[in-house]
């Protein structure tokens, strides 16, 4: 038997495929508002003037196009720190940052990378630890018409003791996690006993090099003591800032899974939402079930290379819309 529609009945069919395709399009459209911005590396580390990093902005695993960047701004809190760096966008092709400390403006310090586009705002941290310090102490001295000898004298950082000088320059802060190297310029055969906040970290002939890793921020006391045979040939005190690294800021949509990876080089990944143990894989995959405010921290221990103590803990404060 034949069955034909009816002019009512076509248009019925008509109507609910229309309001199908409706949804579906609402569907696809709101999956691709889902998908977050991300800044790749998301911390970028400068040790010397020389240093240059590129950033990439990515909408999920897709580079978004270098048209979509509207500006870039370094800042702390609502602060601008743009003058000290060089800051450099692609015009064309994926989108991405390259920054670089300017000799003449950048100090130690954390900053944060504000990116905007259009389709909002991302962020990275920009850490400024400057551990290869001797340029800086040049350019300096310099600008005051000293020597490096002299100005190191002039802020205290040289002391004599009997026949030998110590000399050690400590930077303005060092970031909780990260190897403090320091080593002597005139290291020997004596003996040097090296303690933080009054416990031995080091001791015995010839080590006059220390790398150390602080567990804590806060203010540290660290000092050295030379000694040859059983006298004290010198010795040097000095504080040392630790800071932890301040949270990175972002929004993501509730009820939809991020993704956020976790620093490379390292074996061991502790991940936490609100306190709480997530996972333990490098990347997180993770999903929030309703609006509001929470913090993502990350703790990578186990290094495969460098100072086997050294661990990153970074943290998301997060805004669930």
């Known amino acids: 038997m034949k069955t034909e529609l009816t002019t009512c009945q076509r248009g019925s069919q008509l109507r609910a495929l229309a309001v199908l395709g409706f949804v579906c399009i609402l569907a696809v459209t709101a999956g691709a508002q889902a998908v977050p911005l991300k800044a790749v590396p998301d ?21 978004l196009a270098a048209e979509a960047v509207k ?26 940052i390259t920054i670089k400390p300017n000799p003449q403006t950048a100090q130690v310090g954390g900053f944060t990378l504000r990116i905007g586009t259009a389709s909002g705002e991302v962020t990275a941290a920009v850490l400024t630890p400057f551990d290869k ?3 800086m102490l040049e350019n300096q001295a310099k ?28 930077p303005e802060f060092v970031y909780e996690g990260y190897a403090f190297n320091v080593s002597l310029e005139n290291g020997s055969d004596n003996e040097f006993t090296w303690t933080v906040d009054g416990s031995v970290a080091l001791q015995g002939p010839g080590k006059s090099e ?12 660290l000092s050295v003591v030379e000694k040859k045979g059983s006298g004290i040939v010198a010795s040097w005190e000095g504080v040392l800032k630790v800071v932890a690294q301040a949270p990175l800021e972002w929004t993501v949509p509730a009820k939809t899974q991020i993704t956020v990876p976790g620093p490379e080089g390292f074996k061991k990944y502790t991940w936490r939402v609100d306190g709480k143990e997530v996972s333990s894989d490098r990347v997180l995959k993770y999903s929030f079930a309703a609006r509001g405010t929470s913090t993502i921290e990350c703790m990578a221990e186990q290094p495969d290379q460098g100072n086997p103590n050294e661990f990153r803990r970074l943290k998301w404060s997060t805004t669930v819309k």
Do not use: C, W
């Open 143 to 170: 600008a005051q018409g000293l020597t490096v000898d002299q100005l190191k004298a002039k802020l205290g950082m040289t002391q004599a003791f009997g026949r030998n000088t110590l000399s050690i320059t400590l």
């Open 43 to 63: 911390t970028v580390s400068f040790s010397s003037m020389d240093d240059t990093a590129t950033i990439q902005v990515m909408s999920g695993d897709v580079p």
């Open 71 to 96: 500006n870039a701004r370094i800042m702390i809190d609502n602060r601008d720190y743009s003058e000290q760096f060089i800051i450099t966008r692609s015009k064309s092709g994926p989108a991405s």
């Open 210 to 221: 220390l790398s150390h890793v602080f567990e804590k921020s806060g203010d540290h006391v």
């Open 133 to 135: 310090l001797p340029g």
